[in-house]
């Protein structure tokens, strides 16, 4: 390991410190998880019935049970571009707060779409390149997974069609302007281009739009082009497994500085931010060490914390694969918070399976408090934070406050996934005392659990 060059409150590592292995917890589970379910033939899902969206190296990691998957040369080049990415103690931000304990941060905003979803999209994007497809279609929410693939598309000289969320691309204009910049074409979820969101607006022509129903359209205009392939910014295990990056980074960090987390945080929509820094610890946890990991979620869309841990379509038109995970349902359509990347009605099948099995905690938070305490962290620690990310934030302040008063010290980490930069009318509608707390009401969630698939 290379010689750490850090000052009193940042950790850096050097390139060749850049992990060249991905983790894959699946090797280390106490128990096996559920298999996916084909939508077409009520049974598991096949190798044959993937490949209509993904290339053969992605199958396999989705299925795979081995521990380490080896990174290839060409996406260790590209990751390089902006890996390692550093560990930050907030000692501003911990005295703003005035608590004793620590604070550190793993900040995912260097790379090029300013978030931590490039250490999957250059994976995605590579895989599918070197098997001769030249173009993908995706979905956004908030826009952070359409600009990665954007990005990585260009990096790889590929196509890219980005199927974005209605209600973000009229809150997030400067997303589309970013992707458009990287020669994405970028079109507003529900559309006319596809049966699914011609159907959504037939029924509702005013519909804000869901992650759902883009995945739906991203995903059958894929399996109608022999030309195009599906990449997916979140769920599905090998995303999981290419943002494992992150947790593997964030350990040789605190082994430089002697020291180790007692709590980690990060924000969960789909699971990958937190499945990537919390999941290289769970299996120091499976081992025997003592650490808690809490995935962070809106009181507005509580997958974990009030869904259903069952089977479920991964989108609304039901073209995906069942999976096992905790839902809202598949035809949820979210309220239109500011936090557009944390929409999502479902969660990753290995981040409900810990969750399931007790291996992780969960909480919800509100919107007025991720801005409360986003906007301190900005001003303390000079970082506009994503609002997907302040959740993680508002989570980790709780938690020292509530150290503070319990008279404890710990040492705590949270992801800081992405910046804000893209986000200020959000932190507009906070400042001008426009926003809400909402709290998704439990007869909504138990109406749309009614139909979920018989499996």
């Excluded at 790889?156 to 691309?169: A, G, P």
């Excluded at 508002?394 to 404890?408: F, Q, S, V």
Aim: glycine share 8%; with cysteine; aromatic share 10%.
């Amino acid at each position: 390991m290379g010689k750490n060059t850090r000052s009193s409150s940042k950790i850096f590592l050097n390139e060749k410190d850049i992990p060249n292995k991905w983790y894959n917890i699946m090797a280390d589970l106490p128990t096996p998880m559920d298999p996916p379910i084909s939508p077409f033939t009520g049974n598991s899902v096949t190798f044959d019935e993937m490949k209509a969206l993904f290339p053969p190296q992605l199958i396999e990691q989705e299925m795979s049970g081995e521990r380490w998957i080896d990174i290839p040369d060409k996406v260790m080049e590209l990751l390089s571009l902006w890996r390692p990415t550093p560990l930050i103690r907030a000692k501003r931000f911990e005295k703003a707060l005035g608590v004793k304990s620590k604070i550190y941060f793993k900040y995912e905003g260097t790379s090029p779409a300013g978030s931590h979803k490039p250490n999957t999209a250059i994976a995605q994007a590579y895989y599918n390149k070197i098997n001769g497809i030249n173009r993908l279609t995706t979905e956004t929410g908030a826009g952070q997974w359409g600009s990665a693939l954007s990005v990585a598309c260009k990096m790889l000289d590929m196509q890219c069609r980005v199927y974005m969320v209605k209600v973000s691309y009229n809150q997030k204009p400067y997303r589309k302007s970013f992707m458009r910049m990287f020669d994405a074409e970028v079109i507003p979820s529900p559309s006319e281009y596809t049966n699914a969101g011609r159907d959504m607006l037939k029924r509702n022509p005013n519909s804000n739009g869901s992650l759902g129903l883009a995945i739906s359209e991203a995903v059958e205009e894929a399996v109608g082009r022999k030309d195009t392939n599906y990449a997916l910014g979140s769920v599905l295990n090998h995303v999981v497994l290419h943002q494992t990056v992150i947790g593997l980074e964030t350990q040789k960090q605190f082994d430089l500085i002697g020291e180790y987390p007692d709590k980690i945080f990060a924000c969960s929509g789909g699971g990958s931010n937190f499945g990537g820094i919390a999941t290289p610890f769970l299996k120091e946890k499976l081992d025997g060490r003592d650490i808690e990991a809490v995935a962070v979620e809106p009181a507005s869309c509580p997958t974990l914390t009030k869904g259903e841990f069952a089977y479920d379509y991964g989108d609304v038109a039901k073209l995906t694969p069942i999976m096992k995970m905790y839902t809202l349902g598949h035809d949820f359509e979210p309220p239109a918070i500011h936090a557009g990347g944390l929409r999502y009605h479902g969660e990753s099948p290995i981040v409900s399976h810990l969750y399931k099995n007790g291996l992780i905690d969960a909480q919800n938070v509100h919107q007025s408090d991720i801005f409360r305490y986003g906007i301190l962290f900005a001003q303390t620690e000079g970082i506009v934070p994503a609002p997907e990310s302040a959740h993680a934030i508002a989570a980790t302040a709780l938690e020292a406050e509530k150290n503070r008063e319990e008279g404890i010290e710990k040492t705590l980490l949270f992801c800081l996934s992405g910046h804000g930069f893209f986000d200020m009318s959000a932190y507009d509608a906070y400042l001008d005392g426009k926003l809400e707390d909402y709290e998704y009401p439990e007869q909504e969630i138990k109406k749309s659990l009614d139909h979920l698939p018989k499996v």
